[in-house]
């Protein structure tokens, strides 16, 4: 790469940073979560970090669900001819 054309984001620790920063916000969020009321619909969204969970485990699914998808949808790699 050429040397005058880096980000900021070429240097790992920044990207280390960005990441750490990241875990920082979460953690940040799941404490808050001890601390107001919720007005919910249901008993289990009262829980400690549930729509932490939600959210990951949501996530989680989402990738197995893409990865078992794309076998439905691949081709081969001449498909579309030579």
Do not use: Q
């Amino acid at each position: 790469m050429n040397e005058s054309r880096k980000t900021w984001l070429d240097n790992p620790r920044n990207v280390d940073k960005l990441v750490y920063a990241l875990y920082a916000v979460c953690a940040l969020l799941f404490v808050l979560d001890f601390f107001y009321r919720k007005h919910t619909h249901f008993g289990f969204e009262h829980w400690i970090g549930f729509y932490a969970w939600y959210g990951f485990l949501s996530y989680v699914g989402l990738i197995f669900i893409s990865k078992a998808f794309r076998r439905l949808v691949k081709r081969s790699e001449d498909y579309y001819g030579d």
